[in-house]
């Protein structure tokens, strides 16, 4: 039996989690997931990978009203988004846009990260790479995937014991087995689906505390000994699933989901 042992959005773009007991799946993944996004001034986008700070940010957005926690301020930042011109930025050089969110909001974070940067919500729309989805801020699929008893092997391999908030999942599966995600093509459940399109390439942001910020080797060094090239033709480190939404619906931690895979159900 496979069920959903955790739920986590992540409203503004590589900045912290908000664990959910339930979600809304949309089709741009989990409701409110990487809605909002840091832009450099000219636009591209800020991420963990050049300033582990970010995962010290602890945002919670309601639809309406954006708060960010930080032990890096001493107040926090509360504002309601606002609507106005669209503008262009990028995510990984992928054009797309966002809405400014104001002088109030810019000046809040360039003072906690000690670097020029603006706040910028969604707009528009931008494709998946491939699978025919759409999304919002994330990298390049909507929703990624991890199984629990991965997690509980890799950590037979490490030294210190990591907990799931490191790989960021959207969804936490138990009942898979170590890395049976990886032939998993469809979850189904009551009234929702989702197609796993691809194996997630991991990089420098899973060496990063998401507690303190402070980095390490592991587990990219260990992930490196034993899931690079696991795929033909691709070389990253490979850790977890990514997927498009197909029917959509509410998601549940406890709510039994049926895993269909590549090699039969």
Known sequence: MTVVAGLNVF???SAGAVPLTKAELTPNGLRHDREFMLVRPDGRHLSQREIPELALLRPDFDGVKLTVH???AASPL???AV???ALDVTVHHRPCQGIDQGDEAAEWFSDVLGRPCRLVRFTGTRPTKRGGGTL????GYPVSVLSAESLDDLNRRVDVRLPMARFRPNIVLRGLGPYGEDTVTRLRGDRVEIELIKPCGRCVII???QVTAGRSPEPLRALARYRTGRWAGDREIMFGRLGVPRFLGTLRVGAELTASSSLGD
Not at 136 to 139: L, N
């Open 11 to 13: 409203p503004i773009k």
């Open 70 to 72: 930080t032990t890096l």
């Open 78 to 80: 509360v504002l309601e």
């Open 83 to 85: 609507d106005g011109p």
């Open 136 to 139: 919002t801020y994330a990298d």
């Open 207 to 209: 060496n990063t505390d």
